[in-house]
């Protein structure tokens, strides 16, 4: 995995400027978090792996419990198109920590970072460990969730696309789902806060600085 962030970090320019283009997203915010995150993510995971151990749990006097953790075996995360390297990596990390295999499907209004990734991921990690599979969601996409052998899903989009990955995963197997959906960036601001410092963390904030959702002020 430190290979791995090694050889991102090392491609980072690149990677910036195809994200930039293909995305639409503006160059410096991309520059301060989205490839440096996805580089973190992976040294951070990297260093908790060694301490991913079970338990020793006395159960009696005479007795006892033993816990293992085990990896699902293989993954999937459904990339949403605004950051894609930064999710499909960052968000990975943990479970390549935990010794899954991962699958990533990009989205296909924005998939040419991942292309750079697949070939990193050919030159530093073992075959299989991180898979890019591109294509539509409504055909790729669905292929992944009713795939029995992927026992964990992680999807970032809408409510109604989230909707239906559960109904389709729900028709095969039971699988562990995780969505991130709608109705995200909520801001709460009490009578007693300084309006200018409000109006720049809005600013600032996910809302207009990541070219994300727009700011509704009630």
């Not at 060694?50 to 020793?56: A, F, M, N, S």
């Not at 109904?167 to 995200?184: D, Q, Y």
């Amino acid at each position: 995995m430190n290979r791995f962030a090694d050889a991102i970090a090392a491609r980072a320019e690149e990677i910036l400027r195809i994200e930039v283009s293909d995305t639409g997203n503006t160059i410096r915010p991309m520059r301060m978090i989205d490839v440096p995150s996805a580089v973190e993510s992976l040294r951070y995971y990297a260093g908790l792996a060694p301490d991913l151990r079970g338990d020793t749990i006395p159960a009696t006097s005479d007795n006892l419990h033993l816990t293992m953790h085990e990896p699902y075996g293989v993954v999937a995360r459904i990339a949403p198109f605004n950051h894609p390297i930064m999710f499909a990596v960052a968000r990975t990390a943990a479970a390549l920590a935990a010794g899954n295999a991962v699958i990533v499907k990009p989205p296909e209004t924005s998939p040419l970072s991942a292309m750079v990734l697949a070939e990193i991921a050919r030159d530093t990690l073992p075959p299989g460990v991180f898979n890019i599979v591109t294509g539509d969601g409504a055909v790729v996409g669905n292929a992944i969730v009713r795939h029995l052998g992927i026992k964990r899903i992680a999807f970032i989009g809408s409510p109604e696309t989230g909707r239906a990955i559960q109904r389709s995963a729900a028709e095969v197997a039971v699988k562990h789902i995780t969505l991130e959906l709608g109705g995200k960036n909520p801001m709460i601001v009490f009578p007693d806060c300084d309006p200018e410092k409000i109006a720049d963390a809005a600013v600032f904030g996910m809302n207009f600085f990541l070219a994300g959702p727009i700011l509704r002020v009630a």
